[in-house]
């Protein structure tokens, strides 16, 4: 029982330190710059029918004469608006078009009233934990409700309980003044010292403090604006609000600008902080497991592991790699090459295990030849480490080298295969913690496990595709149609983040080389000789 607990304990805080991880370095490279608020003759013609249906909620809440904006937010992505002025409440509601979209909340609304004084009286509805630091002369509010008559309410509360009446301005006057905002709110960043220095463009990144504080809001009310996200969608599922119906088109633009700001490159501070980050981390998980001496061990055969995954990538014209480790499991190496082969995919597999497993027998082998009496004790261990773990690591098991091995030959292009391949992993490492006694494996055995849900819908999703009619389209037919796909497989409903990383899945998937069965039969044969022989050799020498 004391195992058990140990092992969901460590799930957990796996779980929540690559989440905590993952948000934070996703905040830290995110550029700010200058936003834009520029009006505009009308809106495109394709973007009309998503303003309809909060326009008319609006107009009912006595809201008139809408004004298309341009507006460039504070991360530079560009994107449409629409203003519309309540003349007796002296107040404008922004309509603004996420860059994001989400088909729960596709058009964000935030309510405005400037006082005499110059402060500005803003009420949000789901984003208050996104803002990094306080905007000056502002009174922010975040009502998190799924009804707009009660961020409104909200709104003229907060409006009427202030000293001065709200100022009455034109539309054009109001877009200026909203613009000197801004800019007041991002020198109020610059001077408090959460902005570095000005890159390109005048970009600026947020330093580590600033980051840490951003995650740390968001982590907090990420539960109030899920719950909201499940109340709109309840409520449209059930006809109280209208459903904005979302091109397939607009879901596309917002695949790219999302995948181009993830494609953004790390600078080498960005890495040095992400290798120094997860090696504390991963230092402090395995001190409680295993003694300092086996941890510097497992640190260099863990290097030199990665370092062949990440020369085979650099070799096979991999960009925007990262590497970092992961506590409790070992490390890890990204990389991005849009239609790698088959051959080059197993090339950057086998890099990893096949360096340090050779050299491990040769350690071995060396050693063989001299007395036991004079073998340091650590050299020995060392050679037996780097056997059994590159060798363990080449075994058919996902996400094991040797798994995803198995997987590029076979279950690429069979995605309900390898759903059951991977549900195999989780019952074989599942048995091993047990049998073994051995938290590590159940760390691993529930971290695949979480993913099956995914790997269930990409299984779903693909099926719906047909691979060989997307080899005839560009990029963005191949994007279309994963979109599309995953509507006729029910999966409308999906967050925008779980959405991109299923057709990112699919992507890869789809485009995916099918190599021909002479090379995949001779690339199944070099894994045998290898997985194979390097038993083989290891039973015999011990």
Same mark, same amino acid.
């Given at each position: 029982?004391?195992?058990?607990?140990?092992?969901?304990?460590?799930?957990?805080?796996?779980?929540?330190?690559?989440?905590?991880?993952?948000?934070?370095?996703?905040?830290? !490279?995110?550029?700010?710059?200058?936003?834009?608020?520029?009006?505009?003759?009308?809106?495109?013609?394709?973007?009309?029918?998503?303003?309809?249906?909060?326009?008319?909620?609006?107009?009912?809440? @006595?809201?008139?004469?809408?004004?298309?904006?341009? !507006?460039?937010?504070?991360?530079?992505?560009?994107?449409?608006?629409?203003?519309?002025?309540?003349?007796?409440?002296?107040?404008?509601?922004?309509?603004?078009?996420?860059?994001?979209?989400?088909?729960?909340?596709?058009?964000?609304?935030?309510?405005?009233?400037?006082?005499?004084?110059?402060?500005?009286?803003?009420?949000?509805?789901?984003?208050?934990?996104?803002?990094?630091?306080?905007?000056?002369?502002?009174?922010?509010?975040?009502?998190?409700?799924?009804?707009?008559?009660?961020?409104?309410?909200?709104?003229?509360?907060?409006?009427?309980?202030?000293?001065?009446?709200?100022?009455?301005?034109?539309?054009?006057?109001?877009?200026?003044?909203?613009?000197?905002?801004?800019?007041?709110?991002?020198?109020?960043?610059?001077?408090?010292?959460?902005?570095?220095?000005?890159?390109?463009? @005048?970009?600026?990144?947020?330093?580590?403090?600033?980051?840490?504080?951003?995650?740390?809001?968001?982590?907090?009310?990420?539960?109030?604006?899920?719950?909201?996200?499940?109340?709109?969608?309840?409520?449209?599922?059930?006809?109280?609000?209208?459903?904005?119906?979302?091109?397939?088109?607009?879901?596309?633009?917002?695949?790219?600008?999302?995948?181009?700001?993830?494609?953004?490159?790390?600078?080498?501070?960005?890495?040095?902080?992400?290798?120094?980050?997860?090696?504390?981390?991963?230092?402090?998980?395995?001190?409680?497991?295993?003694?300092?001496?086996?941890?510097?061990?497992?640190?260099? !055969?863990?290097?030199?592991?990665?370092?062949?995954? &990440?020369?085979?990538?650099?070799?096979?014209?991999?960009?925007?790699?990262?590497?970092?480790?992961?506590?409790?499991?070992?490390?890890?190496?990204?990389?991005?090459?849009?239609?790698?082969?088959?051959?080059?995919?197993?090339?950057?597999?086998?890099?990893?295990?096949?360096?340090?497993?050779? /050299?491990?027998?040769?350690?071995?082998?060396?050693?063989?030849?001299?007395?036991?009496?004079?073998?340091?004790? &650590?050299?020995?261990?060392?050679?037996?480490?780097?056997?059994?773990?590159?060798?363990?690591?080449?075994?058919?098991?996902?996400?094991?080298?040797?798994?995803?091995?198995?997987?590029?030959?076979?279950?690429?292009?069979?995605?309900?295969?390898?759903?059951?391949?991977?549900?195999?992993?989780?019952?074989?490492?599942?048995?091993?913690?047990? &049998?073994?006694?051995?938290?590590?494996?159940?760390?691993?055995?529930?971290?695949?496990?979480?993913?099956?849900?995914?790997?269930?819908?990409?299984?779903? !999703?693909?099926?719906?595709?047909?691979?060989?009619?997307?080899?005839?389209?560009?990029?963005?037919?191949?994007?279309?149609?994963?979109?599309?796909?995953?509507?006729?497989?029910?999966?409308?409903?999906?967050?925008?983040?779980?959405?991109?990383?299923?057709?990112?899945?699919?992507?890869?998937?789809? &485009?995916?080389?099918?190599?021909?069965?002479?090379?995949? /039969?001779?690339?199944? @044969?070099?894994?045998?000789?290898?997985?194979? @022989?390097?038993?083989?050799?290891?039973?015999?020498?011990?």
């Amino acid at each position: 029982m004391e195992r058990l607990l140990l092992l969901a304990a460590a799930l957990y805080l796996l779980c929540f330190l690559l989440r905590t991880a993952l948000i934070f370095f996703n905040f830290w !490279v995110v550029p700010f710059q200058r936003p834009r608020f520029t009006a505009q003759e009308k809106l495109p013609e394709t973007l009309a029918p998503l303003f309809q249906a909060p326009q008319e909620r609006l107009n009912a809440l @006595g809201f008139a004469e809408p004004q298309p904006v341009l !507006v460039t937010n504070v991360i530079g992505q560009p994107g449409w608006a629409l203003l519309l002025r309540h003349e007796a409440g002296a107040a404008y509601a922004l309509l603004e078009l996420k860059p994001a979209i989400d088909v729960a909340l596709p058009i964000g609304v935030t309510f405005y009233s400037l006082l005499p004084s110059g402060s500005f009286v803003e009420t949000l509805n789901g984003e208050q934990h996104l803002i990094l630091g306080e905007i000056p002369d502002s009174i922010l509010q975040d009502g998190y409700t799924p009804e707009l008559s009660a961020q409104w309410q909200l709104h003229r509360e907060t409006v009427a309980a202030q000293t001065e009446d709200a100022l009455r301005l034109a539309p054009h006057t109001f877009l200026e003044k909203v613009q000197d905002h801004y800019d007041a709110y991002l020198q109020r960043l610059i001077d408090g010292k959460r902005l570095g220095g000005a890159g390109e463009a @005048g970009r600026r990144h947020p330093t580590a403090t600033a980051a840490l504080e951003m995650t740390v809001k968001y982590m907090r009310g990420g539960a109030k604006a899920n719950k909201l996200r499940r109340r709109l969608l309840a409520n449209a599922r059930q006809g109280e609000i209208t459903r904005i119906e979302i091109p397939v088109e607009m879901e596309v633009q917002s695949f790219h600008a999302l995948r181009n700001l993830q494609r953004r490159k790390l600078g080498r501070q960005w890495k040095i902080w992400l290798v120094g980050v997860t090696l504390v981390l991963f230092i402090i998980s395995f001190l409680q497991l295993v003694e300092p001496q086996i941890v510097l061990i497992l640190l260099g !055969v863990l290097l030199l592991h990665e370092a062949g995954h &990440w020369l085979a990538m650099r070799a096979t014209g991999h960009k925007n790699q990262s590497f970092f480790f992961i506590p409790f499991l070992g490390a890890a190496v990204t990389g991005e090459k849009s239609q790698a082969t088959s051959l080059e995919q197993m090339v950057v597999l086998l890099a990893g295990p096949v360096p340090g497993l050779a /050299l491990g027998l040769g350690i071995q082998w060396w050693l063989s030849w001299g007395s036991p009496s004079s073998i340091p004790f &650590w050299l020995s261990l060392t050679g037996v480490m780097l056997i059994v773990i590159n060798l363990l690591n080449l075994l058919p098991l996902y996400p094991l080298d040797g798994g995803q091995i198995v997987n590029l030959l076979f279950f690429t292009r069979r995605p309900y295969a390898d759903f059951v391949f991977k549900l195999a992993a989780v019952a074989a490492f599942a048995a091993a913690a047990l &049998w073994l006694r051995e938290v590590i494996l159940g760390v691993v055995a529930g971290w695949v496990l979480l993913g099956m849900r995914s790997s269930f819908r990409l299984a779903r !999703v693909f099926s719906q595709i047909d691979p060989a009619r997307l080899q005839d389209v560009d990029e963005n037919g191949r994007i279309h149609a994963c979109f599309q796909a995953l509507r006729d497989a029910g999966y409308t409903d999906l967050s925008f983040g779980n959405k991109f990383h299923l057709v990112k899945a699919l992507l890869n998937r789809s &485009w995916n080389e099918s190599a021909a069965r002479g090379q995949r /039969l001779l690339l199944a @044969g070099i894994y045998l000789v290898l997985l194979v @022989g390097g038993f083989a050799f290891f039973t015999t020498a011990f």
